[in-house]
């Protein structure tokens, strides 16, 4: 079947008090058109560094990143940003505090090729409807909104450049338990809808079992299990998977 992403053997290392510590190892992934893929494991494990090497936030020392058949390894953000977005866990922070969430999102969308210097309101509107938040609250700065409608307006941007595949970093983290189960709907929305591609990482494993047709499990920046989410969560091979699955109340 044919993939939108493929990571081929990434691995990332970084110098710490003197020491070479392998964040990233030899790990490998591939994503569908319109598959969510969760990447679990707990802070340290790898998983948002793995997404920042993606992204093209920074390099990978070894390994190739492929997307829509582009080998993308070492290229800049702004070069792949019109068939990838990425979502970050602190909503308000990855807005510009001094505008007004409509002027943010109007930048992302004068800045794309096909919109430069057109009108930009309708389409703004319209993104803004596709994440259910009421228009007039695009007329408010960053902080006047909740973390949830702030992570709505963060998505509506991502949306805006059309993507294929759409890197969600902790998204849900910093909500609450109402707030997570609302952005869980609406990723599974656009999904289906756009049928875009979406890598959810996460440390919740139970949130992103309820959300992803597979899962990934890393523990020291490698991969330890990888396979769908029922059979990861109902026949967890690895110590390290089991462990994770124990730690939460429960998973349905």
């Known amino acids: 079947m044919n993939t939108v992403l493929e990571v081929q053997h990434i691995s990332k290392n970084y110098k710490r008090n003197g020491r070479g510590v392998e964040a990233v190892a030899d790990v490998s992934l591939s994503l569908r058109p319109g598959e969510i893929l969760g990447i679990v494991g707990e802070s340290g494990s790898g998983k948002s560094t793995l997404l920042r090497q993606i992204a093209c936030l920074e390099r990978a020392d070894r390994g190739r990143i492929v997307l829509s058949g582009t080998d993308i390894t070492g290229r800049k953000t702004r070069d792949i940003c019109g068939e990838l977005q990425m979502i970050f866990q602190d909503s308000t922070g990855s807005f510009n505090p001094r505008m007004k969430i409509a002027a943010s999102i109007d930048e992302t969308l004068r800045n794309l090729p096909g919109l430069r210097g057109e009108p930009v309101a309708a389409r703004r509107e319209e993104l803004i409807h596709m994440v259910g938040m009421a228009p007039e609250l695009a007329g408010r700065y960053p902080f006047q909104l909740s973390g949830g409608q702030c992570q709505r307006m963060a998505i509506a941007r991502a949306l805006a450049a059309e993507p294929k595949v759409i890197l969600c970093d902790e998204i849900t983290s910093a909500l609450d338990v109402s707030a997570q189960a609302q952005i869980v709907r609406l990723l599974a929305k656009l999904r289906r809808e756009l049928r875009l591609a979406l890598l959810f990482v996460s440390h919740?494993?139970?949130?992103?079992?309820?959300?992803?047709?597979?899962?990934?499990?890393?523990?020291?920046?490698?991969?330890?299990?990888?396979?769908?989410?029922?059979?990861?969560?109902?026949?967890?091979?690895?110590?390290?998977?089991?462990?994770?699955i124990n730690s939460v109340l429960t998973v349905e």
């Open 204 to 244: 919740d494993l139970a949130l992103a079992s309820c959300l992803c047709d597979r899962l990934m499990v890393m523990n020291g920046g490698r991969c330890v299990e990888e396979g769908t989410s029922q059979k990861v969560v109902n026949n967890p091979q690895n110590e390290y998977t089991r462990r994770l």
